[in-house]
């Protein structure tokens, strides 16, 4: 199956400073790579996703970058704002499944 | 927030009885899902339907079964609980699991087996 792996595991930066967290993954079929956002006690939620036909997508100040050939993705947050903080998961999908990072909890500090 | 509700929001039991988890959802999706979530570990998929009777297993799903007689309902079963079952679980939905599946989540059954 996929392995998806995350890095880093914790992440801290001040306010305004850019964020940016990283994800392979194993499976040459994944074309669907998903960003969730979850806040403490909460549901994860989708912030942002890209299909393997896109290099790149941007969304204010997130964004996503993929490299099919090197299999791995990546979150770009700029101008980071205390709201920021939160546990960030990547997920990699070839159709039915979906396959889960680890988390990166950011924190940035005021 | 999607249509999906779970329950209970939490329980705590104890080892070797038997626990059924819910997942409501009102948005008519074909795919439903259910997750654990553990420290270290990430979400990991324990099993999935793509419709009416129609399930499969994900990577952990050794100790538990799933039934789905609606489209709306998705129950997950621990048929003798464990203390290793301690968990987070997450329900989610999605519409299709091809080119849309965008997945949409619960809010989460904390279970503790004691």
């Known amino acids: 199956g996929e392995n998806v792996e995350q890095h880093p595991s914790t992440l801290s930066v001040q306010e305004g400073d850019s964020a940016v967290i990283k994800c392979t993954y194993s499976?040459?079929?994944?074309?669907?790579f998903p960003w969730y956002k979850q806040e403490l006690g909460k549901r994860p939620q989708l912030i942002i996703d890209?299909?393997?036909?896109?290099g790149e997508k941007k969304d204010q100040r997130i964004a996503v970058t993929l490299n099919k050939t090197a299999k791995h993705f990546s979150l770009h947050i700029t101008e980071t704002q205390p709201e920021d903080s939160a546990v960030y998961f990547c997920?990699?999908?070839?159709?039915?499944?979906?396959?889960f990072g680890t988390g990166t909890s950011l924190t940035v500090i005021p | 927030d999607a249509g999906i509700t779970q329950s209970p929001r939490h329980k705590v039991t104890e080892t070797g009885t038997p626990v059924t988890l819910r997942c409501h959802q009102t948005?008519?999706?074909?795919?439903m899902y259910w997750y654990r979530q553990d420290p270290g570990h990430g979400l990991r998929l324990i099993h999935y339907?793509?419709?009416?009777?129609?399930?499969d297993k994900g990577e952990v799903s050794d100790g538990y079964s799933v039934s789905r007689s609606k489209t709306e309902d998705f129950l997950l079963t621990l048929e003798s609980a464990t203390s290793s079952q301690t968990s987070v679980y997450f329900c989610?939905?999605?519409?299709?699991?091809?080119?849309?599946?965008?997945?949409?989540f619960g809010a989460g059954t904390r279970l503790s087996v004691l």
């Open positions: 989610a939905i999605s519409e299709t699991g091809l080119a849309k599946n965008i997945q949409y």
């Open positions: 499976d040459s079929a994944s074309n669907y």
């Open positions: 890209i299909r393997s036909n896109v």
């Open positions: 997920a990699a999908s070839s159709g039915n499944q979906f396959y």
């Open positions: 948005e008519n999706h074909r795919y």
């Open positions: 339907s793509y419709g009416v009777k129609d399930t």
